[in-house]
């Protein structure tokens, strides 16, 4: 019976060292991946999306990409306030966030390479199509 005891219990040890050990690895790779963000990011974006966008294009794809980087975000330090929460924000939002973040750097690229500037809050928005000429009657003589 002390042997078989003991068995169970050298079993029942490493069992719970090998689940450790898988734990800390994993906490180990997903630290590892979330340093690794900045570098990574433009790998998983097309690189050349953004080519044929004039500048107004753009103006709004960045702005709606760093919307995007700002929702995911907060939705990732939310989740790492809960239980486990470190592991849920890497799998349900990390590789999101890294697309995202890889294509605001081409859009930024891009931006930067058309020599693009900010549109003015207060300027008026140029109209994208051609608007008809205003035709007044001749004056009477």
Do not use: H
Not at 54 to 81: F, P, S, V
Request: charged share 20%; net charge positive; aromatic share 6%.
């Amino acid at each position: 019976m002390t042997a078989s005891f003991m068995t169970a219990s050298f079993s029942s040890s490493l069992r719970g060292s090998g689940a450790l050990l898988v734990l800390l690895a994993a906490g180990a790779a997903l630290s590892g991946c979330a340093g690794m963000s900045e570098t990574v990011a433009p790998a998983f974006a097309d690189p050349g999306a953004y080519e044929l966008y004039d500048c107004k294009q753009l103006e709004t794809e960045r702005k709606a990409l760093a919307a995007r980087t700002a929702d995911l975000q907060r939705l990732m330090d939310k989740a790492e306030t809960g239980a486990g929460g470190a592991v849920v924000s890497e799998l349900a939002y990390r590789n999101d966030y890294v697309a995202v973040r890889g294509r605001a750097q081409l859009a930024e690229d891009a931006w930067r390479r058309n020599r693009c500037r900010e549109t003015p809050p207060n300027a008026a928005p140029t109209p994208s199509t051609p608007q008809p000429p205003v035709i007044k009657p001749a004056p009477k003589r």
